[in-house]
Nanobody
């Protein structure tokens, strides 16, 4: 069974940091485009950060540039989202996704293009 499972969410104070992880089971993330998406209360889901299938040219939403970093481990089984300088506006349910698509990182994030597998989501709350 192919699935993605997120971990690492929780409550953090403004200015703090969190690392989200997304473990793939039943398949390897090698040659997959991967991405992190989020949905805040009352808002549509948005792409936060994505990497194309070649693993280069990551895309970041303007709202997280310079604060978030997407990565993938050498074994190609886990992806990460390092989040620093967190703000209350970052509060959302975060989803990881993967797909065998060859489009750019930006297209993956902006249009959720080719994302075949999705995690169930994990809540991140930024509050004092």
């Amino acid at each position: 069974q192919l699935q993605l499972v997120e971990s690492g969410g929780g409550l953090v104070q403004p200015g703090g940091s969190l690392r989200l992880a997304c473990a793939a089971s039943g398949f390897s993330l090698e040659y997959y485009a991967i991405g992190w998406f989020r949905q805040a209360p009352g808002k549509e889901r948005e792409g936060v950060s994505c990497i194309n299938n070649r693993g280069d040219s990551p895309y970041y939403a303007d709202s997280v540039k310079g604060r978030f970093t997407i990565s993938r481990d050498d074994a190609k089984t886990t992806m990460y989202l390092d989040m620093n300088s967190l703000k209350p506006d970052d509060t959302a349910v975060y989803y990881c996704a993967a797909g065998r698509t060859i489009v750019t990182s930006q297209r993956v994030c902006v249009w959720e293009f080719g994302m075949d597998y999705w995690g169930k989501g994990i809540l991140v709350t930024v509050s004092s």
